[in-house]
């Protein structure tokens, strides 16, 4: 068995001395896991970090081995933002949950280009928005997605306002009032109206996280590393404006 691919560094674990287990997203062959030999080495220690584009040989005697992984560089995004803690919180996020969440060896291409993108855009402004815009498309990707097009009641788009948990179809603002305390609330930006801000993310984060935990985790708690995004958004929203000067 022996195939190349591009892949994302979802994770790396020490095994032995110099090795380690890396577990990559590639295009064509999903969530996959291959020994990197050398790995830990001075020369080759930063390859496998979360976040970094690699290329890939996958080589294994039959298909259901661990097999052996000789990777290279193509593109070190995790060095990128050593400097700003909330980005690197966001990238850690991404890679636990595509992880967490997609199954082992099944290929998901548009969950890779999608991943790849927002990590490409990671220096603009509006990669939190976007990330949450990558959740919603893992969803979908893995048969839950969102029905936020239209009125779950009214059948109506105007004025779209939650998302009831249990369906994950939308509910206008008119229909859904009288239950907003048991409804989530809608992000405008996730549907072409507004361009997001720090209220509207952790909105976001909370709609994409129930359905994930719900479908794509079976009830399991989100990663540790997508809690903390999470967290870190909250805290900065909270605090209070710097004084006028």
Known sequence: MDWTDQGIVLSARAHGENSAIAVLLTREHGRHA???????????????????LVAA?????????LGQYLVEPLHSHAGLWLDDPLRLAALSAACAVAEAALPEREPHPAV??????????LPGPFWAEAYVGWELGLLGELGFGLELDRCAVSGSNDFLAYVS?????????AAGEPFHDRLLPLPGFLIGQGGGGPAEI??????TGHF??????????????????AERLATIR????????
């Open 34 to 52: 291959g020994l990197a030999r050398g790995a830990r080495s001075p020369r080759k220690s930063g390859v496998l970090q979360p976040g970094n």
């Open 57 to 65: 040989q996958w080589r294994a005697r039959i298909a259901e081995h």
């Open 112 to 121: 890779f280009d999608g991943l790849r993108a927002w990590l490409d855009g």
């Open 165 to 173: 948990p249990r369906t994950g179809r939308a509910v206008s603002q």
């Open 202 to 207: 952790i909105d976001g984060l909370a709609l």
């Open 212 to 229: 994930l935990e719900r479908h794509a985790f079976a009830g399991a708690p989100l990663p540790a590393a997508r809690l903390r995004l």
């Open 238 to 245: 909270a605090a209070p404006p710097p004084p006028i000067p």
